[in-house]
């Protein structure tokens, strides 16, 4: 059964830094896209971005130039790079896997497994 864990979550100050992994296991393909979602104070769910099996990343408007998607392939282990954290950037932060990446917010719609989430704080 498809699984997936993530790690790294943390509190850091405005300007700081942090990295989150999503570790897949039991995914029989091999071939999948991976997302990061987050979900903060407002409850509603945001896309961040995804990476397909080509290795194709797409991010959401609110992160791009500051969070970086990669993939270690070898190890099924999926990387968020964040830099340059916000306050607004305080979440749940969640992945999740799906064959395919979905149009439209990169990140959302990826309904296959989801991972249990790691908290991130930034304070101003």
């Known amino acids: 059964q498809a699984r997936l864990v993530e790690s790294g979550g943390g509190s850091v100050q405005a300007g700081g830094s942090l990295r989150l992994s999503c570790a897949v296991s039991?995914?029989?393909?091999?071939?999948?896209?991976l997302g990061w979602w987050r979900q903060g104070s407002s409850k509603q769910r945001e896309g961040v971005g995804d990476?397909?099996?080509?290795?194709?990343?797409r991010y959401a408007d609110a992160v791009k130039g500051r969070f970086t998607i990669s993939r270690d392939s070898a190890n099924d282990i999926v990387y968020l790079q964040m830099e340059n954290l916000k306050p607004e950037d305080t979440a749940m932060y969640h992945c999740?896997?799906?064959?395919?990446?979905?149009?439209?917010?990169?990140?959302?719609?990826?309904?296959?497994?989801w991972g249990q989430g790691t908290k991130v704080t930034v304070s101003s």
């Open positions: 990476i397909d099996t080509d290795g194709k990343v």
């Open positions: 999740a896997t799906d064959h395919e990446c979905k149009p439209g917010i990169p990140g959302l719609g990826l309904l296959d497994v």
């Open positions: 039991g995914y029989y393909s091999g071939r999948y896209c």
